[in-house]
T-cell receptor
Framework: DSGVTQTPKHLITATGQRVTLRCSPRSGDLSVYWYQQSLDQGLQFLIQYYNGEERAKGNILERFSAQQFPDLHSELNLSSLELGDSALYFC????????????FGPGTRLTVT | GQNIDQPTEMTATEGAIVQINCTYQTSGFNGLFWYQQHAGEAPTFLSYNVLDGLEEKGRFSSFLSRSKGYSYLLLKELQMKDSASYLCAVVLGRLYFGRGTQLTVWP
C-alpha cells in the first residue's frame, strides 16, 4: 500500500459524458501527478500539481482538466468522453515539486461505452 | 516519448537471471527509475540511479551508464511472482516512462 488513494476503482460511462476522478496523496506529499495508461500507449503523463498550483503539463487533452485543493487532494475531470478515453488513470504523489520518486495509487479503470 | 527504448517482451525460467535493458536520449538527463507493474495494478518503485554504476538491492540490481544513455535492471533467482511489466523512467526535466518490458517467468 503506497498511501495514495484513488476513487472510484471502476467507472463505466457513455460517450459524451463527464466524470471526475479523485486522488488523495500520501501524508506529507505536496505534489500530485496524473497519468493515463492504455494498452497501446503505455504510461502517459497528463499533469502535475504542486501545493495547489499547476507545475507541469504533459499530453493532457483540452477536454480534460485537473485541480489540487487546499487539503492537497486532487481531481481529474474528463468531459465529452470518447471510446478512446477508456484506460487506467493513475494518480501519483511525491514530497516536493522536483522530487521524482513517485508513489502510485491503485488507479481508476474507466470504461467508455 | 523521449526515445526511451526497452524490449517489449522477455521470458525466463524460475531460478534464472534476466537482464532488461533501457536506452534513452542523454540530453538533459538527470536520473533513471525502474518500476515494477503487475497487470491492472499500480507501478511500484524498484530503484533510482543518478550516478554511473551498479546499485544492488536484494535480488534486483540496476546499472547506469550516463555517457552511453544506457541502463539495465538485473533480476536474479527469478520467481513466478516476478512476472510483471518493468518500466524504465527517465528524468528529463520531468519523468518520462518507457513502454515497459513484459517479463514472463516459467516454472
Amino acid at each position: 500500500d503506497s498511501g495514495v488513494t484513488q476513487t472510484p476503482k471502476h467507472l463505466i460511462t457513455a460517450t459524451g459524458q463527464r466524470v471526475t476522478l479523485r486522488c488523495s496523496p500520501r501524508s506529507g506529499d505536496l505534489s500530485v501527478y496524473w497519468y493515463q495508461q492504455s494498452l497501446d500507449q503505455g504510461l502517459q503523463f497528463l499533469i502535475q500539481y504542486y501545493n495547489g498550483e499547476e507545475r507541469a503539463k504533459g499530453n493532457i487533452l483540452e477536454r480534460f482538466s485537473a485541480q489540487q485543493f487546499p487539503d492537497l487532494h486532487s481531481e481529474l475531470n474528463l468531459s465529452s468522453l470518447e471510446l478512446g478515453d477508456s484506460a487506467l488513470y493513475f494518480c501519483a504523489s511525491s514530497v516536493g515539486g522536483d522530487t521524482y520518486e513517485q508513489y502510485f495509487g491503485p488507479g481508476t479503470r474507466l470504461t467508455v461505452t | 516519448g523521449q526515445n526511451i527504448d526497452q524490449p517489449t517482451e522477455m521470458t525466463a525460467t524460475e531460478g534464472a537471471i534476466v537482464q532488461i535493458n533501457c536506452t534513452y536520449q542523454t540530453s538533459g538527463f538527470n536520473g533513471l527509475f525502474w518500476y515494477q507493474q503487475h497487470a491492472g495494478e499500480a507501478p511500484t518503485f524498484l530503484s533510482y540511479n543518478v550516478l554511473d554504476g551498479l546499485e544492488e538491492k536484494g535480488r534486483f540490481s540496476s546499472f547506469l551508464s550516463r555517457s552511453k544513455g544506457y541502463s539495465y535492471l538485473l533480476l536474479k533467482e527469478l520467481q513466478m511472482k516476478d512476472s510483471a511489466s518493468y518500466l524504465c523512467a527517465v528524468v528529463l526535466g520531468r519523468l518520462y516512462f518507457g513502454r515497459g518490458t513484459q517479463l514472463t517467468v516459467w516454472p
